[in-house]
């Protein structure tokens, strides 16, 4: 998680959690092939997900995005698509064919601790740990003890800087 076209983080949060607050929902752009939005709503329909947001491995470790194509419409199968909801705030980023936002309805920033990755798992391969590279960094996980794996992630223990529940229809395409 890291700044996004010349917007800092705690402003970002910030304009989510008023969207919130606002329409009762927002929206976040993300493009990570681990999160793909059939998966994503496949996970949620069944019981309550969440998104936790976590710090870089090291300081300056994400990479700031700096695109901003705002996005206008949303679809949850890419055949019927809407307009996003009047009065939330902006949805940037690049607009390319892999766009998708993940929907929440509750955000939080008032979070203190850390999280032990090594003890989840990647969804889609539950015989592997969890991977964060550049470019993808938004993953659906699994509680599964990792400790011993030998391709787990080198840092262990990341600081949460947030928690967001989905919310219905959890995560759609965009343009």
């Known amino acids: 998680m890291g700044d996004h076209a010349g917007e800092g983080v705690d402003v970002i949060f910030n304009r989510k959690i008023a969207?919130?607050?606002?329409?009762?929902?927002?929206?976040?752009?993300m493009k990570s092939p681990k999160a793909r939005p059939v998966q994503v709503q496949d996970i949620c329909k069944p019981t309550p997900a969440y998104t936790i947001f976590v710090e870089p491995a090291t300081k300056g470790g994400a990479r700031p995005t700096i695109r901003d194509e705002a996005a206008r419409e949303y679809s949850v199968d890419k055949k019927i698509w809407y307009r996003l909801p009047e009065g939330i705030s902006s949805v940037t980023g690049k607009l390319d064919s892999g766009a998708a936002a993940l929907v929440f309805d509750m955000m939080t920033t008032t979070v203190s601790g850390t999280i032990d990755l090594w003890r989840y798992g990647d969804f889609s391969v539950e015989e592997k740990p969890?991977?964060?590279?550049?470019?993808?960094?938004?993953?659906?996980?699994?509680?599964?003890?990792?400790?011993?794996h030998p391709e787990r992630m080198k840092s262990r223990y990341r600081g949460i800087v947030a928690v967001a529940k989905l919310a219905e229809p959890y995560c759609v395409w965009l343009r």
């Open 130 to 148: 969890l991977k964060f590279i550049l470019g993808c960094s938004t993953v659906c996980a699994i509680q599964k003890d990792m400790s011993s």
């Open 19 to 29: 969207d919130i607050e606002g329409t009762g929902k927002t929206f976040w752009l």
